[in-house]
């Protein structure tokens, strides 16, 4: 007869293949229709908050792989959190301000200067919105677990409402001026930048060495002397109002070809070597403080340069005397106010010279650049013209170079409040811990913020002016556009005029006709989203400030981190977080910057369509990315790898619980057999490493702990030896009981542990589950670890055997090489021990033949007494040889018993009894 029907072989609809391109989708329509979202916030309502403040991506193009990154760790933490006692509500939100969007539409055609800009703006607004759903789209097919009907967006009302009540209260407590300073100035934008906005790239510029001749020496240098200057912006010039040495300076008058020259004493080689002098020799040694207020003459126009002292003059490169000019530059503005000098700025909006620089008026700054160098030349002042390749700030917008450009703008005074700033970023929990030096660093170094912008698609800046010229921001100014604004959006300030924007009966002694003007510039993007504490963390009943996280890339120390630090201390005196984790960037696979031009862009769309999202999802869990990572077709191919031993493990799982009841076939601990409490052992300290690793957002960590237990414990150990119980005995045998209690329990513990990673796959699992009550593991709580008694000894006894098992694998794989066997179960297996490991098999009750998953194991003897031909291991000497006896046609075994029941000769013994126990009517 067939055996084959008396054998209890796995059986499950749980497919083997995870197709999740398609499964996934259709997962995802599951949880839309039994709106997972809520259910979740329902369910952990009244445990204490855990808030993730969601950093607003911007809202324009397809999600990249940075994105990808950025959310699926937000959704692992957040799902984490809220099966580990916490209500973990999850708000995502969008940037929507800003040039992109205008650039945006600038190049599909739109005729910005034809239109209002109400108008505009409304179109940047339909587009912001585009953007929004299609990256919506996207983010949710990550698995992405939100409140995604209710995002906060930044150019909603009641956003802006809020925006405006952070400017007024930092303006009512002082900290908002308008000043004339030197800032980073975008002519490709046409307006002013933070530092947020720049990123630094290599430029080649002309380097100059130029020479200003003494008009007034103060008896300290001859009236024939030439102080030298070194710059690569030749454009400035013409906006040069004086000369900075430093104090401490030794300087010294260089004798050359006819001339005498002033540089400092430490330069002079470079600078002789650079610009050609030959033996230069030196005739005057001074300190830098004796040249305080020496007068020289501009070398293009009659007109002065003073020297000033300068702590800020280096050695670094050039002369020692620094060429300042007080409208392009923030050390030349500090040290030009010090010392009186006028903020003199040649240069337009476009970057184009003014009449305020006679004889290059309207020429870009880089042409006249060459026109400047060749005027020096004529009046016999440019000493050497060259040219070097340096890092350059430039617009992170439109990656062209930026200028120092001094114009009247709005600023956030960060020196007003930077003790407090300094105090809360010692008071966060930075992960990891360099990010409090680094943000502590950039806070104490840190020049005012510079807030306004010389665009049109933004929060304006809500001030208006009297008919004197003077500002108004007061609190009734502010109130009433606030709620204009939550009742209209801000767009109402483009739509009316200054007069129907102020509160009704409006009065001020600065404006006796009754006549007001308002503000044009707007607010920077990063006050936007740095306001989103008080905007969406108060805003939100189901939110609270402050947040307890903040995760973003590394790039947000600078920008958001940054940012919402400043508004939020200046508002509420405290830190907008408790926490901040950051994260790198995503490189390619030999770790280089992606880029359309070098083709090694890794679309997540497209990962998700061939492998998956879950593939992505376990490709974050598997990377440390703290630090930069690295994605490539090769790596998401080994992730699927490992994916699909996980798959198949919880396959194998639920499989061999086909008939197994958890109510009323789940054996208590003390009644398992020594090997199945050694893996609830270890199904219990993986509970505990996964949960502490969650806790400490170490999820490569969780990755290999669970690979590893399923390929190592569960796989290479206690699956393959229990198929010959789970297959093999009668179904409600003790010993198979015993192992489908040990393996159910794993099955549940592990659904639950992965689920915040492989969301899908884990939800998937859990509709098959035997006797689970909730409608998805979202819906749980993380298994408990529990210390299971004599743990530790049983662990100590086991991971022995183990070690014994490993040798015992060797000497069968090294008897099947030189073909003394076949399958393992064609072997029988003497070992020769030491008195320890005689010991610890007498120790064990389990069949020993089972375990090593041989027919035929005895132990012979001592190490010493082993054959030269035994392989000689550490726990043993092993000798592998063929099992004597016939082959059982239903376990397979090898034994010489075969044939003792006459009703069925071609059966070993056990299988006889099962079979006429259970399968009589077969018979």
């Known amino acids: 007869m067939d055996y084959k029907d008396t054998l209890l072989m796995p059986k499950t609809e749980f497919p083997m293949r995870g197709n999740l391109p398609k499964r996934e989708p259709e997962i995802q329509a599951k949880w839309e229709e039994m709106n997972i979202y809520q259910k979740v916030q329902e369910r952990t309502k009244g445990r204490p908050m855990f808030v993730l403040h969601d950093g607003p991506p911007y809202a324009n193009g397809d999600i990249h792989m940075g994105h990808a990154l950025n959310k ?30 205008e650039q945006a539409l600038t190049n599909k055609g739109v005729k910005r200067k034809e239109m209002s ?214 050390d030349d503005f500090i040290i030009g106010q010090k010392y009186g000098l006028d903020v003199l700025c040649p240069v337009d909006d476009k970057g184009c010279m003014t009449r305020e620089a006679p004889g290059f008026e309207g020429l870009f700054i880089e042409d006249a650049n060459k026109a400047i160098g060749q005027k020096l030349e004529e009046k016999g002042a440019l000493l050497k013209l060259s040219f070097i390749t340096h890092s350059y700030p430039h617009d992170w917008r439109t990656k062209k170079p930026v200028i120092f450009r001094a114009t009247a703008q709005w600023f956030a005074s960060i020196k007003d409040f930077r003790e407090q700033l300094l105090e809360a970023v010692k008071e966060t929990k930075w992960v990891p811990a360099w990010g409090e030096t680094r943000l502590f660093n950039m806070v104490r170094d840190r020049g005012d913020w510079c807030i306004s912008r010389q665009r049109v698609w933004g929060v304006p800046i809500p001030v208006f002016y009297a008919e004197n010229g003077q500002e108004i921001i007061t609190d009734e100014t502010i109130n009433h556009i606030s709620n204009l604004f939550r009742q209209y959006g801000s767009n109402v300030w483009f739509e009316r005029e200054a007069k129907d924007l102020l509160p009704e009966g409006f009065t001020h002694p600065g404006s006796p006709n009754g006549k007001f003007t308002k503000e044009t510039d707007i607010m920077d993007v990063w006050f936007d989203s740095g306001s989103s504490h008080q ?120 499989g061999n619980l086909a008939d197994f009841d958890p109510a009323k076939d789940k054996l208590p601990y003390e009644k ?22 969650y806790e ?79 409608e998805s593991v979202q819906l749980t709580d993380m298994p408990e670890y529990q210390e299971l008694p004599g743990a530790q000894a049983l662990e100590e006894k086991w991971t022995a055997f183990m070690k014994l098992r490993d040798d015992v694998l060797k000497a069968l794989e090294e008897a099947r090489n030189q073909k003394v066997i076949g399958k393992s179960l064609t072997a029988k297996v003497t070992l020769y021990v030491n008195e320890k490991t005689k010991d610890l098999l007498e120790s064990i009750d389990e069949s020993l033949n089972q375990l090593f998953i041989v027919s035929g194991f005895e132990v012979a003897g001592f190490y010493e007494a082993a054959p030269e031909h035994a392989l000689k291991l550490e726990t043993a000497a092993i000798v592998v040889t063929k099992a004597e006896g016939e082959t059982c046609e239903r376990c397979w075994v090898v034994t010489p018993e075969i044939g003792h029941d006459h009703d069925l000769p071609t059966l070993c013994p056990r299988c006889a009894k099962v079979v006429k126990e259970n399968y009589s009517h077969l018979v």
Not at 72 to 98: C, E, F, N, Q
Not at 124 to 145: D, H, P, S, W
Not at 614 to 619: S, V, Y
Not at 726 to 734: G, V
């Open 72 to 101: 699926i760790l937000k959704d692992i933490i957040v799902r984490h959190k809220s099966m580990t006692g916490y209500h973990a509500p999850y708000v995502p939100g969008w940037d929507t301000h800003g040039l992109p969007i």
């Open 117 to 330: 800009v109400a108008d505009f703006r409304k179109l940047c607004m339909e587009y912001a919105y585009e953007q929004i759903n299609n990256q919506r789209t996207q983010f949710k097919r990550l698995g992405v677990r939100g409140d995604w009907e209710n995002p906060y967006i930044t150019l909603k009302p009641e956003y802006e409402a809020q925006q405006i009540k952070v400017f007024g209260e930092m303006a009512k407590k002082g900290y908002i001026y308008k000043g004339l300073k030197p800032v980073y100035w975008s002519p490709s934008s046409e307006s002013a930048l933070a530092e947020a906005e720049i990123e630094y790239k290599d430029k080649r510029s002309p380097s100059i060495y130029v020479a200003f001749k003494v008009k007034d020496g103060k008896g300290v240098l001859d009236h024939d002397t030439e102080i030298v200057i070194w710059t690569t912006t030749p454009w400035t010039i013409p906006a040069n109002l004086g000369i900075s040495v430093h104090p401490d300076l030794t300087y010294v008058v260089a004798a050359v070809n006819g001339h005498k020259y002033l540089v400092a004493e430490s330069l002079l080689e470079s600078a002789a070597k650079e610009i050609g002098w030959e033996a230069p020799q030196i005739v005057q040694k001074l300190k830098g403080t004796d040249l305080e207020y020496i007068v020289a003459s501009h070398p293009l126009y009659d007109r002065d340069s003073l020297v000033m002292l300068g702590e800020h003059v280096t050695t670094d490169a050039g002369t020692g005397c620094v060429h300042t000019a007080p409208g392009h530059g923030e």
């Open 535 to 654: 905007a969406v963390l108060l805003e939100r009943d189901d939110l609270v400030r402050p947040a307890d996280l903040y995760l973003e890339g590394s790039d947000q120390y600078r920008g958001w981190f940054n940012s919402s630090l400043s508004t939020a201390v200046a508002v509420t005196g405290k830190a907008p977080y408790k926490g901040v984790l950051s994260h790198g960037f995503a490189l390619d696979g030999e770790g280089r910057k992606m880029s359309k031009s070098l083709g090694n862009v890794v679309v997540p769309a497209k990962v998700m369509n061939q492998l998956g999202a879950d593939i992505l999802r376990l490709w974050v869990a598997s990377v440390d990315y703290q630090a930069d990572v690295r994605v490539s077709d090769a790596i998401l191919k080994q992730v699927a790898e490992v994916y699909r031993k996980i798959r198949n493990t919880f396959r194998f799982l639920l």
């Open 672 to 693: 398992l057999r020594e090997v199945d409490q050694f893996i609830l052992v270890k199904l219990n300290k993986l509970i505990k490493l996964v949960r502490n690793a």
């Open 696 to 774: 400490n957002y170490d999820y490569s960590g969780i990755y290999h702990a669970v690979n590893n237990f399923c390929t190592l414990d569960l796989s290479a150990f206690y699956l393959d030896f229990a198929k010959d119980v789970l297959y093999i005995e009668a179904q409600d045998n003790h010993a198979r009981r015993a192992i489908q209690t040990v393996l159910y329990e794993s099955l549940l513990a592990l659904t639950k542990l992965v689920s915040p990673i492989l969301s899908h796959t884990a939800d998937e699992v859990w509709q098959y589950i035997p006797g689970v009550d909730e």
